[in-house]
């Protein structure tokens, strides 16, 4: 667990930090596009901050990370913005180096992941493709994915070689989650459905996140069925159900006279 300070005049809240182990830098990256670095071997010493705004638009910012190659610190918005900084760890300030917007997703960006290795990036956008990405920013694939409804959380998770990634939308045309794989050219390897025929082998009551298992065996999603516990449920890689286990949770109600 990592609390990050700096600006006390900033109220936005932090939503993404990023490691740079090479150079014992941690970065922070604020709602509203304040992005802060610290030194990690100095009790998390505040360094500098940068704002991220271009042409005075203000972005919705949400995401960060900081790819080893080319020590490049990468932030991301939701109306579409890709920012790249450099940080050879040779400035003592701590101030990053060619800020720069590198590319504008058209449709904007509502979710995205890159591959284990850092060598791609996968990106949901708000036009409903699905793009992949490398390291360079060069496009290795683009499909059409299924219509999603914009307000709902989507999951992305990789397999651990980066041949499989996991994809849980909520569709707009049923308002339901389906749980996807695809493989890393961004063809449909498998849909996730119960061991069943018809109408029974729809997974119901999916929830917008996934996971996969260290081993790449299964993938992990969140399941609740009407009557039951919510569950953690398993799918093998053919996307077939496969297992589940029960989430103990406590519900507290409260209120005041």
């Known amino acids: 667990l990592v609390a990050v300070g700096g600006d006390a005049n900033n109220s936005s809240p932090v939503v993404s930090i990023a490691l740079n182990h090479t150079h014992h ?29 271009f042409d005075g638009v203000q972005e919705q910012w949400f995401g960060l990370d900081f790819l080893i190659i080319g020590s490049t610190v990468v932030a991301l918005s939701r109306e579409g913005s890709i920012v790249t900084a450099d940080d050879n760890g040779e400035n003592d300030s701590g101030d990053l180096e060619n800020v720069d917007q590198i590319g504008m997703i058209d449709g904007g ?6 591959s284990p290795d850092y060598s791609c990036l996968a990106i949901l956008t708000g036009n409903n493709t ?41 569709d707009a045309s049923d308002n339901t989650y389906h749980a ?45 069925r009407a009557a039951e516990l919510p569950q953690v449920a398993f799918l093998e890689k053919n996307g077939l159900r496969h297992g589940d286990f029960d989430l103990r949770v406590r519900v507290v109600l409260s209120s005041s006279d």
Not at 186 to 213: E, M, S, W, Y
């Open 180 to 224: 996807r794989i695809y493989n890393k050219s961004l063809q449909l390897h498998a849909t996730g459905r119960n061991v069943a025929d018809g109408p029974a082998a729809i997974l119901k009551g999916l929830g917008g996140c996934t996971a996969f298992a260290p081993n790449g065996t299964l993938v992990a999603v969140y399941q609740r």
């Open 130 to 170: 699905m793009l992949l990405m490398s390291n360079t920013w060069e496009p290795i694939s683009e499909i059409d994915f299924p219509a999603f409804n914009p307000q709902s959380p989507v999951g992305l998770s990789w397999k651990a070689d980066g041949e499989l990634l996991s994809v849980v939308s909520q």
């Open 109 to 114: 960006i509502h979710a995205a992941s890159w």
């Open 25 to 53: 830098r941690l970065y922070s990256l604020t709602e509203d596009g304040i992005l802060s670095t610290y030194d990690i071997s100095d009790h998390f010493r505040f360094l500098s901050s940068t704002k991220l705004e």
